[in-house]
């Protein structure tokens, strides 16, 4: 039986081995689909049913669901191509930053040594689903990233504190947030904006591995969720909307070239002048100018024969950079026919006064600024001059949105009531004149005329340019006229052109401190025009 049990055995395995071989062969060759050569069939998404669309889609990106978001495909390629090189840098930023806290607090807890081991962010980048960008009518660029990451670090933490060495390490790091990030204001100073303002706009999911001596914590029954909750709770009491987290990047008073104080002058009198009439005395008056403005000069009035006159003369200037700026004084001989000739000059340095203070200086008088001009040793006469620098006092108070803004304020020495009123001119739209279209603006307020610059053959403009008014008092019962004209152009037989214009009524400005609206220019068709104005008073 054992020799028959064998025979058949191999017989039945070599029986089976062919028809299996055969009946393969054959269905291979035989029963194979008749459509395999053919092109694969290309359906539009729309004819495709839910469950066709979760298998091709398994997470549909936010620029298809939300119209408002936009595709960003670029800046995920940079940081791919860029991640190497911001993985080390974020690091080593990371460790400069934490060296101090971990030293401070190594000794408060008589702990010997923390240290990073490894530091690393891995070799998966963050990438973003999609952008939102918000416009508005301040000075600031508003934008809600969509950001992901799935990453793959090594962050591990070497503590040692009596004779017992103790590391933790971080793994599997994930990250999905929806942060605000603002840019403001804007300057033209680069970068181009003085601070960055971060927000959460819901509440981030955290998820992370976290192993101590090899061991994961992670794993250990109500420790992920409580983990997980208590991270969401703290990052959402510290940046969930309206809170936010400040960068500054550039002082936003010097960037924005904005008013940061005012400078009073009283021209007091001279002495001991030279004589420049060949007959008679000089008739000296002088003229005041600060340096990087482009207001006119400022003149006392004329001393007829005089070379020891007395003026007793104010004056007031906006300051908008104490450290680079400085008033220029000029002491002239007037003449009735001819040029007016210059008897001397001097400067005063605005960083060398002391805010609230005022100083008496007598100035000799040069013949220019140049400290190897030999004419210099002449003696000229002297210059007696009061002067007080007044800076603004800001005082930070929190808008309905938990933001913060600056209101300033102006120096105790300006008349009871009075202070700045700062017109910025932002922009304007639509404009169109008869025959060209060269607009610039004209502000007119008490009499006082102000004038952007002039744009060539441009129907929507954008000057930003900064101008501002000295008033005695609040001016709020009173108007400033906005014109917007066209220059003529060059050459050719056609003259200026009005555009259009508007009168801004300015008891809102006193009383709110601030606007910022767009006018309908009347006499316009279309044109509107941005215009910032801020009253800065004590």
């Known amino acids: 039986m054992g020799f028959f049990s064998m025979v058949l055995s191999f017989f ?15 269905l291979f060759v ?20 839910t469950q066709s669309l979760e298998r091709i889609f398994p997470e549909i990106p936010l620029w298809v669901k939300s119209p408002d978001y936009e595709r960003i495909d670029w800046l995920n390629k940079f940081l791919a191509l860029m991640w190497p090189y911001l993985d080390k840098a974020i690091c080593k930023t990371a ?53 992901k990451w799935a990453g793959n670090p090594n962050v591990t933490i070497v503590a040692k504190a009596y004779g017992l060495k103790l590391s933790i390490q971080v793994v599997d790091l994930q990250i999905f947030a929806s942060p605000r990030i603002t840019l403001k204001p804007l300057v033209p100073s680069f970068p181009c904006f003085a601070n960055i303002f971060v927000s959460l706009m819901e509440k981030p999911h955290v998820d ?57 002058v009283k ?27 482009k207001l006119p000069s400022k003149k006392t009035t004329i001393k007829k024969s005089n070379l020891n006159p007395e003026w007793n003369e104010e004056f007031n200037f906006v300051i908008r950079d104490l450290e680079n700026q400085q008033l220029n004084l000029n002491v002239y001989d007037w003449e009735q026919v001819g040029k007016h000739e210059k008897m001397g000059m001097n400067v005063i340095r605005l960083n060398e006064l002391n805010p609230d203070e005022p100083k008496i ?42 933001e913060e803004a600056n209101v300033v304020q102006a120096p105790d020495s300006t008349p009871s009531g009075g202070g700045v009123l700062v017109v910025t001119i932002h922009e304007a739209q639509d404009l169109e004149g008869k025959h060209h ?16 610059k002039h744009i060539k053959k441009n129907r929507d403009p954008r000057w930003e340019e900064v101008h501002q008014f000295v008033c005695e008092e609040p001016p709020s019962n009173e ?24 009168i801004i009524s300015l008891a809102d400005v006193v009383h709110n401190r601030r606007t910022n609206e767009t006018y309908h220019l009347i006499d316009s068709k279309n044109g509107r025009i941005q215009i910032e104005m801020e009253w800065i008073t004590s």
């Not at 459509?35 to 694969?40: G, K």
């Not at 008739?283 to 990087?292: F, M, R, T």
């Not at 100035?363 to 001059?385: A, E, P, T, Y």
């Open 361 to 402: 200086l007598t100035l000799d008088l040069v013949k220019s600024l140049d400290s190897i001009d030999v004419q210099n040793d002449k003696f000229r006469g002297q210059i007696v001059v009061e002067a007080t620098y007044k800076p603004f006092k800001e005082d930070k108070l929190l808008k309905a949105d938990s």
């Open 479 to 502: 108007k400033i006229q906005v014109d917007v004209h066209s220059k003529a152009p060059s050459i050719g037989i056609h003259s200026k052109e009005n555009l259009g214009h508007v």
């Open 30 to 49: 035989y029963v194979q689909s008749s459509d395999v050569d053919q092109d694969p069939k290309i359906r539009p998404l729309v004819e495709h049913e």
């Open 95 to 147: 460790k400069q930053i934490a060296d101090p806290i971990i030293a401070e607090n190594t000794t408060k807890y008589n702990i010997d040594s923390v240290e990073f081991e490894k530091f690393t962010l891995g070799s998966l980048p963050p990438t973003f689903q999609g952008m939102k960008v918000y416009s508005t009518d301040e000075k600031e660029l508003i934008m809600e990233p969509s950001l």
């Open 267 to 293: 021209i007091v009198s001279a002495h001991k002048l030279r004589k420049k009439d060949l007959f008679g005395k000089s008739d000296p008056y002088v003229k005041l100018k600060l340096s990087d403005d």
């Open 208 to 264: 992370f591995g976290l192993k101590l001596v090899g061991v994961d914590l992670m794993a250990v029954p109500g420790l992920y969720r409580f983990v997980q909750e208590t991270i969401k709770k703290q990052v959402a009491n510290m940046y969930l909307w309206p809170r936010c987290l400040q960068v500054p990047i550039l002082d936003a008073s010097k960037a924005s070239n904005k008013p940061v104080g005012m400078l009073h």
């Open 437 to 452: 279209t060269n607009p610039y603006v004209r502000l007119t307020f008490r009499g006082e005329e102000k004038k952007t």
């Open 12 to 26: 039945g395995f070599g029986v089976g081995l062919t028809v299996g071989i055969v009946a393969g062969y054959y």
